[in-house]
């Protein structure tokens, strides 16, 4: 029963990991002490919701 309630929580939190996803990616990538682009952030946001917009429910405009 208890499945049934995180399968359909898990969505409440897709936007936020998916920026947070890509901050840690960038930081790999980056040394983000210096900054990040906020442009490059958000090509890469892009780029992972169409990746996984099959698999959860993803809004088109991130509000955060």
């Known amino acids: 029963m208890l499945t049934y309630y995180r399968n359909n929580l898990v ?9 947070a ?9 980056h040394d ?3 900054g ?3 442009s490059e952030m958000w ?3 892009a ?3 169409d ?3 099959n698999d959860f429910l993803v809004r088109k405009t991130l509000k955060t």
Do not use: D, P, Q
Not at 11 to 19: A, P, Q, R, T
Not at 21 to 29: K, P, Q, R
């Open 32 to 34: 983000i002490s210096k």
């Open 21 to 29: 996803c890509t901050l840690l990616g960038i930081s790999n990538i």
């Open 47 to 49: 780029y992972l919701r």
């Open 36 to 38: 990040v682009k906020v």
């Open 11 to 19: 969505h409440n939190f897709v936007n936020e990991s998916l920026i």
């Open 43 to 45: 090509t890469r946001v």
């Open 51 to 53: 990746l996984l917009n």
